[in-house]
């Protein structure tokens, strides 16, 4: 330490040795080098600046070649979408390569995204006019005949969830007191139920509805069959396959060899068996009412009528808009 | 002899050629236009490779198709003008130089032999063309004798175009730096010139 009590090396006060560094105008002249600027660019920096312009040459053919490669990369992972306007192709110079548009130029990723967005929709919509065309002939047939076409009536027996065949089955033959009591305190009866007679009308009936059964169970004229269903559900005494089956239920005993009727009741609800009836109740007015306010001619009870077992409780017709299939007692 | 990129545009040298229309190349590149985005590799991908060639020698090929590859796919999410564009792609390559470094020092592989001359496209000005490919070579060959830092700054200023910030930003240094490291490689390639005589 000399003076002001600092170190002479440490925070000189005077200007650093011309040395230092490059000299500010020197520093100019690099960065004109490093800019490309090759005037006013001293003799000395002139070969630099040579070296820099070489480095910046145009490009050779050497450096072009990838250029398939990254096109591929672009074509299978670039953006996709509708390209921009663009003009025309960029030029091709080197004679190795051919003039105009090359196959390479395809873009069949993208038509087959469009072919896959395309085809399902074209087929979704066929098939959803060919159904509802369907469903359109079916409705006509219906209004014109006022009965569905066997066949029809037929899937609509077996179907799953088939209107008719999901009648309830209650033990109305095998009822016991109980059921007997229950559905008489619950329905104030506005039509006569449907009863089999012992003598020639139940014969006839008898004799109908094995005619019936067994033509369903194995097709042969549809006249006939629509014939007997009519005067089936004449006797009685509704248009449900349910209340026909519960109808013709005694009589169709040995019909076929390793078939026996059987009349599956419709399962309660747990903890709530006046519910049903409830429901049973209002079913019979919902769905029968029409029918059982205007008994049948054979259904007429007669004295031998009263003596038969009333086949159809009133309180089990409600229950059939939700039973299954196979409830109805046809199962195969 | 210039490359023509499209009509009425030439590449006389390795920095900027698309110019203005740049955002519209970009925005259609973007959109799957694929003469789009071959005018953006006519423009980059030779300052590419000649940055990677004096940085990378032997992997140079390798590392730029890691690198467009990588374009490629981030090509949608990018936004800027041209000299964003370069910095992303140099940054990319630069990435990608580190990964196939520590890639090769752990797996030490054989290189697949290069391309035949039966393969090599041919121009009408070959003489030309071999007359400036020997200057540029030579050229690399001098700065790849610069150190390191020294001769990627050079690069990036002159061949890449970047100015010394965005050269700050892809080596992760101050603009500082970056001016000294270039000013000392410039004259130590100045005496590497006038002490050996060297010629282009």
């Not at chain 1, 329905?187 to 139940?202: C, K, R, V, Y």
Request: glycine residues 8%.
């Amino acid at each position: 330490m000399t003076r002001f009590g600092v170190p002479d090396d440490d925070m000189p006060d005077n200007l650093p040795p011309s040395g230092w560094g490059p000299a500010p105008s020197e520093e100019r002249d690099l960065d004109a080098v490093l800019a490309g600027q090759m005037a006013d660019i001293p003799i000395g920096l002139r070969p630099v600046a040579d070296v820099l312009a070489a480095l910046r040459a145009s490009p050779a053919p050497a450096e072009l070649w990838g250029e398939a490669n990254v096109m591929a990369e672009f074509r299978a992972h670039g953006p996709g979408g509708v390209a921009g306007p663009m003009g025309p192709a960029p030029t091709r110079p080197l004679s190795a390569l051919p003039d105009g548009p090359s196959p390479r130029r395809r873009r069949p990723t993208r038509r087959r995204g469009r072919r896959k967005t395309t085809r399902p929709l074209v087929n979704h919509w066929a098939g959803a006019l060919t159904g509802i065309a369907a469903a359109a002939a079916i409705v006509i047939v219906v209004a014109f005949t006022g009965n569905l076409p066997a066949n029809l009536e037929r899937l609509a027996h077996l179907g799953p969830t088939a209107k008719p065949s999901a009648a309830t089955a209650s033990p109305q033959h095998s009822q016991g007191q109980k059921t007997e009591t229950s559905s008489a305190a619950v329905q104030p009866t506005t039509a006569p139920p449907p009863t089999h007679s012992t003598g020639p009308a139940g014969s006839e009936a008898s004799t109908i509805c094995r005619e019936y059964y067994s033509d369903y169970m194995h097709p042969q004229s549809l006249v006939t069959e629509k014939s007997l269903w009519q005067q089936l559900t004449t006797m009685a005494g509704s248009q449900s396959p349910r209340k026909v089956y519960e109808y013709c239920f005694p009589y169709l005993g040995g019909l076929f060899p390793q078939w026996t009727p059987k009349l599956i009741p419709y399962p309660a609800a747990p903890g709530n068996g006046t519910a049903n009836q409830g429901n049973d109740q209002q079913g019979s007015q919902g769905s029968s009412g029409a029918q059982a306010a205007t008994p049948a001619p054979q259904n007429t009870p007669g004295p031998e009528n009263t003596a038969g077992p009333q086949n159809t409780p009133k309180a089990q017709d409600g229950l059939q808009d939700s039973q299954p299939a196979s409830s109805n007692g046809l199962s195969h | 002899m210039p490359i023509l990129l499209r009509d009425g545009a030439v590449c006389v040298d390795t920095r900027h050629v698309v110019g203005e229309d740049f955002a519209a190349v970009l925005a259609a590149a973007q959109g799957g236009s694929e003469r789009a985005f071959s005018v953006l590799w006519r423009d980059a991908n030779p300052a590419l490779l000649r940055y990677l060639r004096v940085v990378a020698a032997e992997h140079a090929e390798d590392v730029a198709s890691e690198t467009w590859v990588q374009v490629v796919r981030g090509l949608a999410k990018f936004t800027g003008d041209e000299a964003a564009w370069r910095a992303w792609l140099f940054t990319t390559a630069r990435r990608r130089l580190l990964d196939q470094a520590r890639l090769r020092r752990r797996h030490p592989a054989e290189p697949l032999d290069g391309i035949s001359a039966a393969e090599m496209p041919r121009t009408a000005d070959a003489e030309q063309l071999a007359m400036d490919n020997i200057a540029t070579e030579s050229a690399m060959a001098l700065l790849s004798r610069l150190p390191d830092q020294q001769k990627e700054v050079i690069l990036l200023r002159v061949v890449a175009g970047l100015d010394t910030d965005m050269v700050a930003e892809i080596l992760g240094t101050s603009t500082g730096a970056v001016r000294v490291a270039a000013h000392r490689g410039l004259k130590k390639l100045a005496s590497l010139l006038s002490g050996a005589g060297v010629t282009l």
